[in-house]
C-alpha cells in the first residue's frame, strides 16, 4: 500500500514536470516569435522616420508580452510542480525515513556477550583486521579465541578457490568421527574431487592408489558412489564424452565452500549465518510493525516498555523460524512464559490457561477438547520446544 502510495505521487510529479517544461518552451517560443517581429519592424523602417515610430513599435512589444503573461503562467506551472515535489518528500519522510528511536526499549544488555557477536561476526565475514581492532577497542582480549578457528576456515577456503584440497581434507580427517556423527559427507565429497582431480591428468595409476587409501573407508556408507568413481578409470583422457561427465562439473566446487562452512560452523557452535546479520535483517522486516505499535502506544509508553510479549504478530520470513510455535486450539494464544503448552495423559495438547479454565483452577477433573478422556491438572506436563 506504502509503495502504491509513493508510485502514483512520484507519477502525479513527473507529469506536472511534463506539463510545466512543456508551458514553459510555449511561452519561450511566443516571446521569441514577438521579438523577431519587432526586429523586423525596426529593419523595415527608414532612418529618416522619426524616433517616435520606435519608441511605438517598442511598446507595441511591451504590451503584447504582457498579454502573454509569462510570469504568471510560470509562476502557476511552477508552484504546481513544487507542490508535487514537497507531497514526495513528506511521504518518502512517513514511509522511509522514520524515527526508528521511538521502537527502541530500555533493556540491561551483556556488553561483554554483545561484544563477543560483534567480534565473531568480523572474524565470520574474514575482516580479520577489523575484528581484532574492534576486540582491542572493546577491551575484549578473551574474544582472541574466536579469531583462530575461522582464521583456519577463511585458510581453507583460500585454498580451494586455488583447486587446493590438502587444508580441507586435513581439516575433515581430523574431524571425521564428528563429521560422521553429524551425518556429513563433505569428507567424502573432498576425496572425490581430489581424485577426479587425479584422474584428469591421466594418471590412472596413482588414481587408483588413491582410491585405495582413502575411498575404500567410506565403502560401507557411498558404495554406488564408489563404483562411479571406479568406472571413471575406463574412461581416462575422455572423460568429457563418457556417461560420468556430471561429475567434473564445476558445480561441485561452487558447493564446496559453502557446505565445508555450515559443517565447520556446526562443529563450532556456530550458526552458518552471523547471529548479528540475522538480528539487523529480522529487525528490518519487523521495525515497521513495532513503529506502527509504538504510535498507538504513545499515551502509554511505560506499558510499552514493560511489555514481555508483543500485543500484535510481527511477521517475519520462514529464514527466521528457528523453533516449533505452538498456539493454543482453544483460546488461541500462543504459548509463552506464563501460558506454556500442556501435554495430557491422552497425548492432547493445551495451553495451560485452557487447562485451568477447564478445571476452574483445578478444582475438579475435565474433558479433553479432542477425545472423551477425562484427566485432572496433576496429570499435565508442562512441554518445552
Known sequence: MELSTIRDAFDHVAKKQKLCSSKTEEIIDQISQEIKKTVADLDSLSYSISPDNYKSILTGLSVRLSEIGVLNHLDVSQKELNAGMSNCLKLLEKYFIPDISKAYRIVDYDMHTVNQIVACHFYQQGLFDLGDCFINEAREPEANTLRSPF??????LEAIRSRNLEPAL?????????LLQSGSTVEMKLHQLQYMEILQKKDKGDALKYARNFLAPFASLHMAEIQKLMSCLLWAGRLDCSPYVELLSPTHWKELPGELTRQFCSLLG??????LSVVIEAGAQGLPTLLKLVHVMAARTREWQEMKQMPVPVELGREFQFHSIFVCPVLREQGSEENPPMLMPCGHMLGKESILKLSKNGSRLFKCSYCPLETSVDLCMPLHF
Not at 151 to 156: A, F, I, P
Not at 170 to 178: F, P, Q
Not at 270 to 275: M, N, R, V
Open 151 to 156: 582464521l583456519e576456515l577463511y585458510q581453507m
Open 170 to 178: 586435513k581439516w575433515a580427517a581430523t574431524n571425521r568421527d564428528r
Open 270 to 275: 556456530h550458526s552458518t549465518g552471523s547471529p
